[in-house]
Structures are given as C-alpha cells and as structure tokens.
C-alpha cells in the first residue's frame, strides 16, 4: 500500500504545495476579476487566460490539499499503528 511505504512528512509537502497552488491560483483569478473593465478585457485573450489559468491553479491546488490530506491522516494512524 503507498501509505505504508512513505512518511507522514512526505503527504505533508504535497499538501503544502497544494495549499500554495491554491493560494496563488485564488489571487490571480480574483486579481482579474477586479479589473475595473473586465467584462470588455475578458474578450481580450491574454486576460480571458490569465482568468483561466488562476481558476484552474486554485481548483487543482484545492483537490491536491483535500487527497493529500487524507493521505497524511492515513499515514499519520499507520506510523501510530508501529
């Protein structure tokens, strides 16, 4: 089982980088959004993008923090186990 193989610390830097994924993605996409003419600049591909971009960073760095979480409570009860 992968749990059994590697260390709570490992789960814990994997939830960390999600966690930072997540930060970064939220910042860039609600930047972008408050641009005051964003409904005109969202036609303009690069902002469109960027909006694109920052949402996808914040969803994959949301479900990278929520699994890896789960797996460092797992391993952290099979380290308590041995």
Do not use: C
Not at 4 to 33: E, H, R
Not at 58 to 68: D, E, K, L, P, Y
């Amino acid at each position: 089982m992968l749990i059994a193989k590697k260390s709570p610390d490992y789960f814990f830097d994997i939830l960390t980088y999600g966690l930072i994924m997540f930060v970064v993605g939220s910042v860039i996409y609600f930047y972008t959004l408050n641009i005051p003419s964003f409904d005109i600049a969202i036609k303009e591909t690069r902002l469109g993008l960027l909006a694109f971009v920052g949402f996808g960073l914040a969803v994959v760095g949301a479900f990278i923090t929520f699994v890896s979480s789960i797996l460092w409570y797992l391993a952290r009860l099979h380290d308590n186990e041995s």
